[in-house]
């Protein structure tokens, strides 16, 4: 499945290169990995990341601009046998320094991750189960630094951690494991 999303990626980003003119955007793909001791990394996968950047003002040195990214999480099924999805948004701020080849960059803006299933659960209802549908959005404030490097003129690698911090309404108690999300993420990308 990854393998398609890339492969799609990098046809689509040929496609664009071919058209754009000196652009100040940028895209890219990245496998999002959940860590630490949270309840995201107990319980979910990192699927897919996607984000696009677009620089405001930018010299030699420097570039501030707009950055978006929208991510996909999977349970992995440990949680009464429901398959949930995390929908992953985040709008955010940066700033990027050239240093050559390398591009370090801190990103910081608002995040919400929103949760998802519609399943039947035979655990719950029995033989013939009970249909769920269970909707609830957390959001929280997040920082985001990394590193971007380089490989020819079009394309670039990277790698980066979002350091997301939810609040959290009741009965969800405010604690670390809660709370606060690690996702390291490394992809590819191109200039456009």
Known sequence: MKLKICFVF??????????????????GINSPIPFDHNFINKYYNGVVDLGIDYKLFSTKTLGLGLAFNAGLLKSDESVIDLKIKSYVIQPKLFIEFNIVKFHPFLRGGY?????RTKERSEEIGGYYGVALSLNNTQSGLNINP?????????FFVQAQYDHIYLGSEEPIRRT?????????????????
């Not at 670390?176 to 456009?192: E, P, S």
């Open 10 to 27: 990098f046809l689509l980003s040929i496609v664009i290169k071919s058209v754009a003119q000196d652009s100040k955007f940028s895209v």
């Open 146 to 154: 990394g590193l971007k490097y380089n490989i020819n003129d079009d």
């Open 111 to 115: 995040s919400s991750m929103i949760f």
């Open 176 to 192: 670390r494991y809660n709370n606060a999300v690690h996702i390291i993420k490394i992809g590819l990308g191109v200039c456009l």
